[in-house]
């Protein structure tokens, strides 16, 4: 539930920094690219934080909800936390906006399972309960949204151009 707060407030706070004039947070669609960001990298941290950590998430609570069927699980939640601030990192940048938010998109869809596999199996995370299904899917769809929405927004690189069949 923190970083959905995270990704509200920051986008929030993102935006009124544009209402009073930085042009960079004019639009929502910016904000919220950059408090998706601000999100990821809250999240990500997680992926990295040793096992002795209790005041948040940690490593260890991310190998937990790694399904069975996954190989090398430690190894995948290093991999996806990489993946998590590349994709911060891409959602702020405008040119690389576009490819960011597909990316992110995807890997959303991937890490569902997980989540999928926590709440079923009751797997605690970061010494609180698991999230239900109920609240967790939403917000997964939530977050596919958001980085579509900012990828729509951004420029396409040149050969996303062109269209993938010609008429004849």
Known sequence: MIVLIALVASTLVFRLMGALGVRRFDTWVVAAAHGMAVMLVLAASAHFVPKGVTVMPNHADMVAIVPPFVPFPSLMVYLTGVFELLGALGLVIRSTRWA??????????????????????????????????????PEQILYIAIVLWAAASAPRPQWAQRPLLRRA
């Not at 960011?100 to 989540?115: E, K, Q």
């Not at 797997?123 to 239900?132: K, L, N, S």
């Open 100 to 137: 960011a938010g597909l990316a992110l998109a995807l890997l959303f869809v991937l890490l569902l399972p997980a989540n999928v596999y926590a709440a079923v199996a009751d797997i605690p995370f970061g010494g609180e309960a698991a999230t239900p299904l109920w609240q967790r899917i």
